[in-house]
């Protein structure tokens, strides 16, 4: 049974900004909590009982944001690179955050998170995505396949790159000139030590070019996960649209202060946020201590501050 969980969480986030100027993207609030707390809940669900992380951009805010359930206790080396880690808990579990001062890309990150996994497998989820996919069938289809890493697929998305056959990927954006791609790459995998020979220590790199030397030897293993949701909070629209899809919490935080006398329409409100009298909140989404002033108006927007 896969226990270990790596979390990519290092990434710039820029077509979020201006909320990624005040917070890495995984931080972001979904439904009053850190986005990559809820791919954490999804993880723990399908038996993960440690955590890894890996940081870069505002590092100074991770540990200090959520809700009340990080706790970063003492700082130490981590992995291959010596690079400075933290190690605490979330929830009770172990967490472990991999400083990276220069951007290792997704190869790299994994990469220098193997002395931390220990020779164990690894279940990797992408930080900065929201997912309600059975990450169990593809524990249990990774388990059962024999090889060293399985790739989370969706039948329908914006960006088909991954060519199927079955139960194996033969190609990646056409970049072996096997095949053209018929499913999307949700950033989700399990994988086996083995992939760590396959990535070059101390290289900025991506995990791509491993993937593609398992497909050539035929070894590249996929299942298809059609169930449940998964989208990329890639930007602005993006981001409001979630909060007007789902559902995953009250729209309208307890501890937010909003006047009686405002209107809010299709909105969420954050912990602490505060909504004065006459004010309209519409299609937006008000971050945690946020404020919307006395008679003012918000549509379709993110208010952060």
């Known amino acids: 049974m896969i226990r270990k969980a790596f979390l990519p969480g290092a990434g710039l986030g820029t077509r979020l900004r201006p909320m990624t100027d005040l917070l890495p993207k995984p931080l972001v609030p979904l439904f009053h909590r850190p986005l990559i707390e809820w791919a954490m809940e999804s993880c723990r669900a399908a038996g993960i009982t440690e955590f890894a992380i890996n940081t870069h951009h505002l590092p100074e805010k991770w540990g200090s944001v ?4 990080w706790r970063i206790e003492s700082e130490g080396m981590a992995g291959g690179n010596a690079l400075p880690s933290k190690a605490g808990s979330w929830q009770g579990l172990p967490l472990h955050l991999f400083h990276e001062p220069l951007l290792l890309e997704t190869g790299g990150g994994v990469k220098n998170i193997e002395a931390w996994a220990g020779g164990e497998s690894v279940l990797v989820h992408n930080g900065d995505i ?8 593809l524990v249990a289809a990774h388990e059962a396949s024999g090889f060293p890493v399985t790739l989370a697929l969706r039948s329908e998305g914006v ?9 194996r990927v033969t190609d990646i954006r056409g970049m072996l000139g096997r095949a053209e791609g018929t499913h999307v790459f949700t950033g989700i995998y399990c994988f086996e030590p083995e992939l760590f020979g396959l990535i070059p220590a101390g290289e900025k790199i991506s995990v791509i070019p491993a993937f593609l030397e398992l497909a050539k030897q035929g070894r590249l293993g996929a299942v298809v996960l059609d169930e449940g949701d998964w989208r990329d909070l890639g930007d602005p629209a993006a981001y409001l649209a979630a909060h007007r899809d789902l559902a995953l919490a009250p729209a309208v935080h307890p501890a937010a202060k909003v006047d009686p006398s405002a209107n809010l329409e299709g909105s969420v409100i954050g912990p602490a946020a505060e909504i004065g009298a006459g004010a ?17 108006v918000a549509a379709d927007e993110i208010v952060t501050a």
Do not use: Y
């Not at 960006?159 to 139960?167: E, F, N, Q, S, T």
């Not at 909140?281 to 008679?295: F, I, L």
């Open 66 to 69: 959520g809700s009340g359930e």
């Open 130 to 137: 929201f997912s309600s996919i059975p990450l169990d069938r």
């Open 159 to 167: 960006a088909k790159h991954i060519a199927l056959d079955g139960k």
């Open 280 to 296: 309209v909140v519409r299609n937006s989404v008000v971050w945690p201590g946020a404020k919307v002033a006395t008679g003012a």
